[in-house]
């Protein structure tokens, strides 16, 4: 039986690391052709500072950017939450694409890391929407719905943080996030790992969180509350439109 899966699992692990596409070639169509020539120059600036970075993989793809942006737009996003910052990229893309007088309520562990987009955030003339948290997710998402007022009050959220977690940020973002609002879910096709069926085959390096990323994307098909697309873009994201 391992043998009628390996050649599944060869082709899934010999893509590129932030493609999941059937050529890194198809890949590099899409960003010169419709990514790059509409990412404003700040988010390119952003992008390569982070490109120098031992962690860089960490960073939201560039063609998840357009997408972000589109569904920023089309629901009038104007208060916020990300999960998850490294350096910044998609923090600076929702700041770019959010209104004047909007906010970003923006929580990571690290500041450090947050600190190397700093100067092409301040630089964009969008610091001011952001209001930076350094603390792990849930104690700040747990003192947010302490208020009845939170509740219902955010437009949109982005998560990419602990994979572990993504089931309790969940249900916390379920009530933050208004109805009609957009939570979405990075890496939850964490590299193609999650069509593996082996965890044998699974690289060591995947197998902790791809456990949980797959309790994820079981949970979020079932849950009647939001309507679902789950979409092969970088390394998986998940858009979830809040029903109720």
Known sequence: MEEAFEPVTKRILQTSSKCLLQSNELHQYILETSVYPREPEPLKELRDATSTQPRKIMATAPD?????????????????IEIGV??????????????????????????????????????AGVEHK??????????????????????????YAYVDADKDNYLNYHERLMKLVRIGGIILYDNTLWGGSVAIPDDSLVPENL????????????FLAADPRIHISHIPLGDGVTVCWRLS
Not at 64 to 80: H, Q, S, V
Not at 207 to 218: A, E, G, P
Request: proline share 6%; net charge negative; charged share 25%.
């Open 64 to 80: 998840e950017g357009p997408l972000m942006a589109l569904l920023l737009k089309l629901i009038n996003a104007k208060k916020t």
């Open 86 to 123: 490294f350096t910044g990229y998609s923090l600076l893309l929702t700041a770019l694409s959010i209104p004047d007088d909007g906010k970003i309520t923006a929580i990571d562990i690290n500041r450090e890391t947050y600190e190397i987009g700093l100067p092409i955030i301040r630089n």
């Open 130 to 155: 952001i209001d930076f948290i350094e603390s792990p997710a849930l104690p700040v998402l747990d003192k947010f719905l302490e208020h009845p007022e939170n509740e219902g009050s955010f437009d």
């Open 207 to 218: 197998k902790f969180s791809r456990v949980h990323i797959i309790k994820l994307n079981k």
